[in-house]
């Protein structure tokens, strides 16, 4: 009992708020869902006050699914001519029909224009998502 206690604590302090000091200010892009689906971006937080380069950034916000039994919930970023960077654990949730929250981080290893997209929960291509970020990272 003590060691599954020590792994909830090691986890729920994975996404400190101390990790991600500034509140980064940011427009919404394009979008494009599915009737009845929707994501709500509610706050950015991140290691720099503008999503940059090498930056980490947490992302909050709410989600709505209602085209699908089950999906995907995925935090990329498209980059001009090389298509969507590489993604890990913490940048993607599985997530059931109906409604919910997320957070998700992500480091931007590249310049390009960051989006949180809807995939089959079984592999197969996207199907919507909404583009976010500020200037050249902004994807309209």
Known sequence: MKILILILI??????AATDF??????????VDFAPGDNIT????HGTSHEIQTNGTYLVEGTYT????????????????????TPTDSKQRMKI????????L???MHEQGYPH?????????????????????????
């Open 96 to 103: 059931a029909k109906g409604q919910g929250k997320f957070n």
């Open 10 to 15: 090691s986890v729920s302090s994975a996404f």
């Open 65 to 84: 699914l209602t085209s699908r039994e089950e999906a995907l919930l995925s935090l990329s970023i498209a980059v001009d001519g090389s298509g969507i």
């Open 105 to 107: 981080i992500i480091t």
């Open 41 to 44: 971006i509610s706050a950015i």
């Open 21 to 30: 000091p500034y509140s980064v200010k940011f427009e919404l892009g394009k």
């Open 116 to 140: 949180i997209s809807f995939y089959p929960a079984d592999k197969g291509t996207v199907f919507g998502g909404i583009y976010f970020g500020k200037g050249m990272s902004l994807l309209k």
